[in-house]
């Protein structure tokens, strides 16, 4: 039974159609629909089968190359909750080989300020998955880049991986976490992790106005959210506690999805300034709709505890530096 819900922030128009799935690169649309499913019995091939059934991805053979952005922010292991699970992205992957069968797909990952990416391919010991797909991984950094002009709030040319130029689809793939400098991260701020820069924390100042350059930038036509052990609390996006959800999320624009998991978690969508502004200068539409086979539903049996009375203190402070 698929249940299709009506979002708090939605308009006035109740009206639900299926989405075409968008599988040629420069055919993004504008979707305000999510989809979740839940994880049953540690089941996570089928779960992200039926993820992908509840939003009617189309097999197609003329794809040939698939850019997945994961996230590795920290050298920490996938029960913290804080960085991509080869497991479940491994289930994503084969999904991805079914449906489009001729593709070759490259995980992509930069360098971080405290980071370097091979070295977290080799902890979390994805080379199996070049061994066992047929998958590359890439590190970004160390990869081509081209320029682009955006006209964007920071930037009015940056640099992005030529990879993703080339790429029939992109593909982001994010952990749902707390973010004791955004809020929350999830879709939006996974693509922060493309800039070119290695040491990106200068630019936490001006991030969200980053996050939305970066998301013009870097159109995204797929997000599949890791929601299954995600991350409460403070101290995220690395340090905080683990929190199992057990759910699979999906959509085509990373604004409505990421304002429905900011609800999910117990955030008011606006109150996470990234989200608000990247719905404000056109990146996507914060309302949504939301698709799901769970049955009763219950947003609100989800938050996320986070101490939003010192994040406000916080940001109080970085403000007046």
Not at 17 to 35: R, T, W
Not at 187 to 207: P, R
Not at 251 to 260: A, L, P, Q
Request: hydrophobic share 35%.
């Amino acid at each position: 039974m698929i249940i299709v819900l009506k979002a708090l922030l939605l308009d006035s128009n109740p009206s639900y159609h299926h989405a075409e799935s968008i599988l040629v690169k420069g055919s993004l649309m504008i979707n305000d629909l999510v989809y979740s499913t839940q994880i049953e019995n540690s089941d996570y091939l089928k779960s992200m089968k039926n993820l992908f059934a509840l939003m009617d991805i189309k097999e197609n053979e003329e794809i040939k190359k698939i850019s997945i952005k994961i996230n590795l922010c920290d050298y920490r292991m996938p029960e913290s909750g804080a960085v991509t699970d080869p497991i479940i992205l491994e289930t994503l992957i084969r999904n991805i080989e079914y449906k489009f069968p001729n593709a070759l797909i490259f995980i992509t990952e930069s360098d971080a300020s405290g980071t370097k990416v091979e070295t977290l391919f080799d902890v979390l010991d994805l080379h199996r998955l070049e061994e066992n797909h047929n998958c590359k991984l890439v590190n970004l950094t160390r990869s081509d880049w081209i320029k682009k002009t955006i006209n964007g709030r920071i930037f009015k040319e940056i640099y992005i991986p030529k990879l993703y130029e080339e790429s029939d689809l992109i593909i982001n793939h994010p952990k749902m976490k707390t973010h004791s400098l955004t809020k929350m991260t999830c879709c939006l701020k996974n693509i922060f992790g493309c800039m070119k820069d290695k040491y990106k924390v200068k630019y936490h100042d001006v991030i969200d106005d980053v996050i939305v350059d970066l998301n013009k930038a870097i159109k995204v036509d797929l997000c599949f959210v890791d929601a299954n052990i995600c991350h409460e609390g403070f101290n995220g996006p690395t340090y905080g506690t683990p929190k199992r959800c057990g759910l699979m999320i999906g959509g085509y624009n990373g604004v409505s999805v990421d304002s429905f998991c900011a609800n999910l978690m117990g955030f008011q969508s606006n109150s996470v300034s990234h989200i608000k502004k990247c719905n404000k200068y056109g990146v996507g539409n914060i309302n949504y709709r939301l698709v799901t086979d769970i049955s009763q539903f219950d947003i609100n049996s989800y938050s996320f505890k986070f101490d939003s009375f010192r994040y406000s203190l916080m940001n109080i402070f970085r403000d007046a530096l």
